[in-house]
């Protein structure tokens, strides 16, 4: 294996939705010559125009990041919604009987415990 490092990267376009390639590439080389070489700029034309975040395993990267064997490498859309808005609409929609830490209760309980 001297020469080359394996590495899959990932990219997913829309919820429940994920694109793989698995691939060899010469040793020293890095995300942006793994981008290039596995086509996703070609597929995903939108990816072009946009500033690319990435990372290695869940640990955010820059393009310039040299791979090591066995790396996985995620490209990263943005976020559609702010995660604290919707926690706050899906609470409003479903009202304080509904959500949060006091949903379940034992019969005779004090309310909170």
């Known amino acids: 294996m001297g ?3 394996k590495i899959s990267l990932v990219y997913s376009p829309g919820p429940r939705r994920v694109c793989e390639w698995v691939m060899e590439l ?3 080389s890095t995300v942006a010559q793994a981008i ?3 086509g996703v ?3 995903f034309p939108e990816l072009q125009a946009a500033c690319l975040k990435t990372g290695i395993w869940g640990q955010k990267n820059g393009l310039t990041h040299v791979l090591n064997n066995l790396d996985r490498v995620e490209i990263y859309r943005g976020l559609q919604v702010d995660p604290k808005v919707a926690r706050r609409e899906r609470f409003n929609r479903q009202g304080v009987k509904t959500a949060g830490l ?3 209760t034992r019969a005779g309980a004090k309310a909170g415990y």
Request: proline share 0%; with cysteine; hydrophobic share 45%.
């Open 41 to 43: 700029l070609k597929e």
């Open 36 to 38: 290039s070489a596995c």
């Open 102 to 104: 006091f949903t379940r």
């Open 26 to 28: 010469a040793l020293g």
């Open 3 to 5: 020469d080359f490092v």
